[in-house]
């Protein structure tokens, strides 16, 4: 089950007794933006394009991407207050395939947080990130996992709205309304209720569900080859 495998592997890599270093240079897109989600730090080039863009291929991130980016925007210092905002930004920023058109953007979607870094000379980018690495390493141990308090059906029906409404206004298509409706039900936390606590086992657990159903379907199918033939999405 490459899902599964794809998830086992990225939580082995953040929770490795070590510190991992990403060191991206040019584009990091679907899972490759997965992995530097993991990573303890990054130093990455500053033309560096990142960006979860599964839905442009009619699926949404299942190795971790949605967790982590989630996670990211709960704790994130300068977000607004209540559940609400960090999972609107979330599926915004997800289901658009949004990418960064450059590291010091990739900031403003926490692609990259705060205190990873951008080296602006490619030839400088392997020895800035060995010595990120290497002042990690002392004293160093795994990052933890903060539990989240998800709104479940509450937050979705305000995302089935937003998401009708671009439906209408010819702005999605009929697929593009599918697979937003699978990221929200992962990003609310599926069935919980705000007073459940939710764990990092949940939400792997959601985007695995979510994901196998629409890597199957026709449409998905079609932008997956299409994308493959052409290197460009299909709006279908």
């Known amino acids: 089950e490459k899902v599964e495998e794809g998830q086992q592997t990225y939580r082995a890599m953040k929770y490795a007794p070590f510190p991992v270093v990403g060191a991206p240079a040019g584009m990091a897109l679907g899972g490759s933006c997965e992995c530097l989600l993991h990573c303890d730090s990054v130093q990455a080039h500053s033309e560096t394009y990142m960006g979860l863009v599964e839905a442009g291929v009619g699926v949404i991130p299942a190795w ?6 989630l996670q990211r925007w709960m704790v994130n210092k300068r977000r607004p207050g209540g559940p609400m ?67 479940g059906a509450t937050a979705r029906v305000a995302m089935s709205m937003a998401v009708k ?27 919980c209720d705000i007073t459940d606590t939710f764990t990092e086992e949940d939400m792997l657990a959601l985007e695995h569900e979510a994901f196998m159903p629409l890597v199957r379907l026709p449409h998905t199918l079609d932008r997956l080859e299409h994308m493959l033939e052409t290197g460009k999405p299909l709006r279908n």
């Open 64 to 69: 971790g991407g949605c967790k982590e980016l």
């Open 165 to 191: 409404s671009f439906r209408l206004t010819g702005k999605a298509s009929a697929h593009d309304e599918v697979v937003a409706m699978a990221l929200a039900r992962v990003l609310s936390g599926g069935d």
């Open 85 to 151: 905002p960090p999972i609107v930004k979330c599926f915004e920023t997800i289901s658009t395939a949004t990418v960064s058109k450059s590291a010091v953007e990739a900031r403003d979607y926490l692609f990259l947080r705060p205190e990873d870094g951008i080296t602006m000379n490619r030839d400088r980018l392997l020895a800035d990130a060995k010595a990120r690495a290497l002042a990690l390493a002392e004293n160093y141990r795994p990052p933890g996992f903060k539990e989240m308090h998800l709104p």
